[in-house]
């Protein structure tokens, strides 16, 4: 399965709906242009490839913004059924207006909370870089469980609780301040985040670290060079898309700014032979 990002960014991206000439231009020449979502998607999309992917049917996205990891989902799995899900209406919106435009027909979003959410029996469940904006206690482990078949899968990627920086932290001040405001989730290692995973009844799957020093500087460049005007931004686009690259390639996973877990609804048949090893 081959998953791809950002073709429909002239549909979400505020500057490329006022100007959509330009943001046609822009995309056909740099791509997509959101350089912490590219780097979150070339993870997503190693994660997904570890799945039994082509045998599932029904997928949600659990915080899904503005919807590019969904929409790259149901272009690439035309027979499944894919669900979006945000609690923000605004972007809810722009999903809805970004698949209409785009023909898609096997997506369906959901402005609302997963805890009122009437779908379930889902084959797979993901959130990528949303539980950190959440307090602990509020984050719905419980409430993707519930949804998901037995056997089916949950992945949660998020920052992780010690971040790492390469150039000096005064000059990304105005980012820090807003990380103290919306990270209050923010608060596990990879350890932790497995730990809330078995505490919340799934089996792990998977556990990694990503986005180590060379991600990071590409982070770093990015933002600097947005933070100095539209041709700054374009022009350090294609080095810190090259140096993520970079980064998934030579990361040996001892160490990551960012954590990633894939979790297994247990099967009857795995609460059973779990019941007879305590047991027999």
């Known amino acids: 399965m081959e998953l791809t990002l950002g073709k429909e960014q002239v549909f979400t991206s505020k500057r490329m709906i006022k100007y959509p000439l330009l943001g046609h231009v822009f995309t056909k020449i740099f791509g997509y242009t959101n350089v912490g979502n590219y780097a979150r998607f070339t993870i997503f999309k190693k994660l997904v490839n570890q799945l039994p992917i082509d045998k599932m049917d029904k997928v949600l996205d ?161 933002y600097l060079g947005k933070k100095m005007g539209v041709i700054t931004q374009l022009l350090t686009l294609p080095l810190s898309k090259l140096l993520i690259h970079a980064d998934r390639i030579f990361h040996n996973n001892k160490w990551g700014n960012a954590i990633q877990v894939i979790g297994k609804k247990p099967t009857t048949n795995d609460r059973s032979t779990s019941n007879l090893n305590c047991y027999g």
């Open 62 to 222: 659990v915080g899904c913004g503005y919807g590019e990891y969904a929409i790259g989902l149901a272009k690439a799995m035309e027979e499944a059924e894919i669900h979006a899900l945000d609690i923000d209406s605004e972007r809810t919106e722009t999903v809805v207006n970004a698949v209409d435009k785009s023909a898609i027909h096997n997506i369906q979003i959901h402005n609302r909370y997963l805890e009122t959410l009437r779908e379930e029996d889902f084959d797979f469940i993901y959130s990528i870089d949303v539980f950190e904006h959440m307090h602990p206690d509020m984050m719905p482990f419980k409430a993707a469980r519930e949804r998901l078949k037995e056997g089916g899968y949950f992945l949660v990627k998020i920052p992780n609780k010690v971040q790492k920086t390469i150039l000096p932290e005064h000059w990304f001040e105005d980012h820090n301040h807003w990380l103290e405001e919306e990270h209050i989730g923010q608060v596990y290692d990879l350890d932790g985040l497995q730990e809330r995973f078995v505490e919340e009844g799934f089996e792990i799957v998977s556990a990694s670290h990503s986005d180590g020093w060379i991600s990071r500087f590409a982070w770093e460049l990015a």
